[in-house]
């Protein structure tokens, strides 16, 4: 397998704390090894408040031992107080990556 993704739904109709408390999370694993190697936020256009996290990761294990981590359950405690309902999480094998120009 290429890696491992984990894409997270969510809704908030308070993106601006939510980004705020992103910054604050990033800001506070600079320099810490053992995280995604890549996380984009997409903005649903279709429905409005519905956001999703996609989080790239080595491996399954990589992912895990990410959620594992204290910083990482304590930032998920505060974007649950964020969101409007739980978010649903879609756990994924990458089975081929292309890079299409």
């Known amino acids: 397998m290429a890696g491992f993704v984990q894409i997270i739904q969510w809704k908030t109709?308070?993106?601006?704390e939510v980004q705020k408390l992103n910054e604050e999370y990033r800001a506070g694993r600079a320099g810490s090894s053992g995280g995604p190697s890549r996380v984009q936020v997409l903005a649903d256009k279709d429905n409005a408040g519905t956001y999703y996290t996609v989080a790239e990761f080595t491996s399954a294990e990589a992912a895990?031992?990410?959620?594992a981590r204290s910083d990482t359950s304590e930032f998920a405690a505060k974007m649950a107080q964020?969101?409007?309902g739980p978010p649903t999480f879609h756990n994924?094998?990458?089975?081929f990556d292309e890079v299409m120009s």
């Open 64 to 67: 895990a031992a990410n959620s």
């Open 92 to 95: 994924s094998e990458v089975m």
């Open 13 to 16: 109709s308070k993106i601006d």
């Open 82 to 84: 964020l969101c409007d």
